[in-house]
């Protein structure tokens, strides 16, 4: 098969037992399309959408709605860390940031998304909480937003890396 990196994976079903935010997004293909990166059974890895505060900053979301770690079945914490780590590697190497902060607090939507957020040294808006003010500036529109240009470069790439194994971690022997 042929691989095309202006375009998403194809969007199958999805298993969301209630309604939220995230699962709505999971729900509405055409918008998913535009921002998603690379998916499996359990897990859904995404550019944040728009307006989008620093290029990179992405989301790894639970398929299953869950509200946390505590809610994992066996196989899905056997793989979080695998797969929170190869994103992570995914970020960092498309963007070019010096390290990858984390977050998830779960109270905005009760659906497990973490944030992959990438911090770069020079760029104080994204040191440690100021990334929270950056959040809120931008969607307030007193910071501007990434450039949808931008963003469709970033995610050309990353869907190439994701599509070519960069998402399965390495080879195991």
């Not at 309604?19 to 709505?24: D, L, M, Q, T």
């Not at 998304?113 to 003010?133: K, M, Y």
């Not at 790439?157 to 971690?169: E, I, K, V, W």
Request: with cysteine; proline share 5%.
């Amino acid at each position: 098969m042929a691989i095309n990196p202006h375009t998403p994976p194809p969007v199958d079903s999805i298993d969301c037992s209630e309604h939220c935010a995230i699962c709505e997004l999971h729900s509405d293909v055409e918008h998913l399309r535009e921002v998603e990166i690379w998916r499996n059974r359990h897990w859904l890895l995404r550019h944040h959408p728009h307006p989008s505060p620093l290029l990179g900053w992405c989301l790894l979301d639970a398929r299953r709605h869950l509200a946390g770690a505590i809610d994992f079945l066996g196989d899905e914490a056997d793989e979080w860390g695998t797969v929170v780590q190869q994103a992570s590697k995914l970020v960092k190497t498309v963007s070019g940031c010096d390290r990858v902060y984390l977050i998830a607090f779960g109270e905005g939507a009760r659906h497990l998304h973490l944030h992959l957020i990438p911090r770069f040294q020079e760029d104080q808006r994204s040191a440690a909480w100021s990334v929270a003010d950056l959040y809120r500036d931008v969607e307030a529109g007193r910071q501007r937003l990434v450039q949808t240009e931008n963003v469709q470069e970033f995610l050309v790439t990353a869907r190439l890396l994701a599509q070519n194994g960069f998402m399965s971690g390495p080879n195991k022997s």
